[in-house]
């Protein structure tokens, strides 16, 4: 076969191919979604994973002790019950976001990731000026 027959061939296969290039734009481009949605997912998981290990760090920092010096009982100071309810929201707003995320809406997850992994509860967020 010559060439130029070769070269004709192609350009007929290359015309006819608009839907099969549709299609292979469409998959490329679906893939390339799903796996950012399923990055997302990880990273969120994996924050979520280290936060709830971080949770366990947070102890009561109030001991009670009998006379003998022998604990009897835990409380939580105002400032450590501040810092493990903020924790506490932190954990559930990852958790939310993680579960919208799963269902389909991936906002709230991508926004903590783009923050770099910041959690802020409501008492954090800056104040909206006027």
């Known amino acids: 076969m010559p060439l ?4 004709t061939k192609v350009a007929e296969r290359i015309q006819k191919c608009g839907v099969e290039v549709q299609d292979a734009v469409i998959e490329s481009l679906a893939n390339k979604e799903i796996s950012r949605r399923v ?3 990880v990273k969120g998981v994996d924050q979520l994973e280290a ?3 971080e949770g366990k760090k947070i102890k009561p920092d109030v001991k009670l002790c009998d006379d ?3 604990v009897i009982g835990e409380h939580w100071s105002p400032k450590a019950a501040e810092e493990r309810q903020k924790h506490l929201k932190k954990v559930d707003k990852l958790t939310k976001s993680i579960e919208k995320g799963l269902s389909g809406d991936f906002s709230d997850l991508f926004n903590i990731i783009k923050s770099g992994g910041k959690i802020e509860t409501e008492e954090e967020k800056p104040a909206a000026t006027e």
């Open 4 to 7: 130029q027959d070769i070269n």
């Open 39 to 41: 990055d997302a997912l």
């Open 51 to 53: 936060l709830q290990k």
């Open 68 to 70: 003998a010096g022998k």
